[in-house]
T-cell receptor
């Protein structure tokens, strides 16, 4: 069985500060891992994905994530937060079907 | 590329009526589409997997007769909420998988969602 745990339901950062959203996965097979972003009352937008190629994955809007097998982690980072990054972020693991984490709401304050 | 649309974006209906939600892949073909439900401040819950030309596969606890899914073509899947009740009010989101491009396996592209309110 696959599962995803996102540590921290809410993360608050200052504009310009580092963004770090944590995700740990559990999978019995090599996983496909994804980060999605959801703005209020909208669907999910794909930020980036890991599909067993490079362990450091670069996505849209300056986000990137590093796959660490030894730590079973796939944390999402961005060097400098913008106000427009405020949204809810979901980590997901896939093997045929997507299993989502609980989501992390990112707040960016001036 | 990889755009998924949903219609309607929001719908209000009376209890006991049926509501149909459409999900379309606009620029790719999708043999597999997925339907999710999201309650406020919660994550997405997979309801069913929609397969073109065959019956949908429902997740445990999801009523097949309540949530009818039809995947009539490679670009269209519909979810019909039958005899809707207030507890069916939720945000319904579909996704589609582009299975033609091999480099894109397992990636799902999501529609904008449909907000259903049953009075």
């Amino acid at each position: 069985a696959q599962s995803v745990t996102q540590l921290g339901s809410h993360v608050s950062v200052s504009e310009g500060a580092l963004v770090l959203l944590r995700c740990n996965y559990s999978s019995s097979v090599p996983p496909y891992l994804f980060w999605y972003v959801q703005y209020p009352n909208q669907g999910l937008q794909l930020l980036l994905k890991y599909t067993s190629a490079a362990t450091l994955v670069k996505g849209i809007n300056g986000f990137e994530a590093e796959f660490k097998k030894s730590e079973t982690s796939f944390h999402l980072t961005k060097p400098s937060a913008h106000m427009s990054d405020a949204a809810e972020y979901f980590c997901a693991v896939s093997y045929g079907k997507l299993t989502f984490g609980q989501g992390t709401i990112l707040t960016v304050h001036p | 590329g990889a755009v998924v649309s949903q219609h309607p974006s929001r719908v209000i209906c009376k209890s006991g009526t049926s509501v149909k939600i459409e999900c379309r892949s606009l620029d790719f073909q999708a043999t597999t589409m997925f339907w999710y439900r999201q309650f406020p401040k919660q994550s997405l819950m997979l309801m069913a997997t929609s397969n073109e030309g065959s019956k949908a596969t429902y997740e445990q606890g999801v009523e097949k007769d309540k949530f009818l899914i039809n995947h009539a073509s490679l670009t269209l899947s519909t979810l019909t909420v039958t005899s809707a009740h207030p507890e069916d009010s939720s945000f319904y989101i579909c996704s589609a998988r582009d299975e033609v491009w091999r480099g894109n396996q397992e990636t799902q592209y999501f529609g904008p969602g449909t907000r259903l309110l049953v009075l």
